[in-house]
C-alpha cells in the first residue's frame, strides 16, 4: 500500500485509520464491473480472437485496449453497447469463485493484462457471460451500473485499439451534456425537434453551398457591369488608355475580375486597380498595346507603389502589388500619365 502524507510525520508502531470515499469507490466498482461486460462483449461481437492489452478505471472513466487490425464499425460499436447494456438489464449476479489456478484456466477465465497470479485465484464471474481472473472490487449484480455509454472507440497504436465508456452517474452527466449540446443545436434552428435536426442541417448545408455559387456568380457580374460604368473614367494620354481606380471592399481577386473585363476594351492601354479591404490594399495593374511597349504592368507598380509605401512587381502585361498608404495616390497618377506621355 502506498500512502501520501499531507501533513505530519508517521513513525513505526503509529496507529492509523484507512477511511474509504464510498461514493468514489461505489462509482469506481460499477466501472470496473462494467469493464469485464465489455471485454466479453467486444469479444462476442468482434470474436474470440480480440485480446485484452489493457484497462484503466476510475470513478468517471472506463477505458478498455484490445488487439484489433481493423476500426470497428459503427454498428458494431452500437451492438458492443446495446449488448452490454443487456446484461446490466438482465442483472447478474456476480460471484467470485477461488480456486486453484488450473481449475480456473479449465473454466475458460480470462487472464487480466498484465497481472500477476499465484496458486490460488479469484475468478469474478457474471453468469456464463464473464469470466475473468480479478482481485478488484465488483458490484453484487449488474444491475447495479446503471447504464453503460460507450464515447468512443480510438486507435492507440498499430494492432492497439481503445474503448472509452462511462457508467452509471458518469453516463447520466455524458447524456446531459450532449441534451444540452443537442438543445442549443435546435435553439438555433427555431426550436426543431431531435428528429427534424438532421434533415434541417442538410438543407442548411446546401444552402450555404448553393449561397456561396450565388455570391460568386454575383461578384463577376458585378465585376463586369463596374467595368461598364468605369469606361468613361479612362483618360486619353497620347494614344494609351489610362485608368486608375480605386475600389472599395475589394480584394486581389475581385480586382482581377474587374482587370479581365476592362482590358478588352481598348486595344492600348495601362490599367492600375487598387482594392482596398480588411486584408489591406492590393494593386493589380494591366496593360496591352502601346501601354505596355511604353511603360508595362510590372514597370508601372515599380514606378507607382513605392509612393504608397507599397511594392510588387510582374510582366509587362500583367503585375501585382501591395500599399499601405493612398494619401499620395495623386502623384503616383502624374507619375503613371508623365511616364507614357
Ligand atoms: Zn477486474
Redesign the pocket.
Known sequence: MHVNLDYGTLKIGDKVTAKVDETKRRLTARN??C??LLHAAIGEVLGAHVDQKG?Y?DSEILRFDYSALNKPSVKDLKAIEELVNKKILESIEEKTLVLPIEEAKKLGAEM?FSEKYGDTVRV?TFGDFSK?F???T?VKNTADIGVFVLEYDTAVSSGVRRIQGRTSFGAYRYFAQKTSALNYVSASLGGALDSELGPRIAALKENVASSGKLIASLKSKIASSSAKSLEKEFEDVNGTKLLVKTFDGMGREDLMKVGDSLKVKYPDYLLFLIGKNDDGIAICAFAGGNGAAKLGAGKAIKLAAPLLSGNGGGRPEMAQGSAKDLSRLAEAITCLRDALK
Open positions: 470496473h464491473s469493464t469485464h484497462s478505471v487480466e469474478v475473468e480479478c482481485g478488484g465488483h
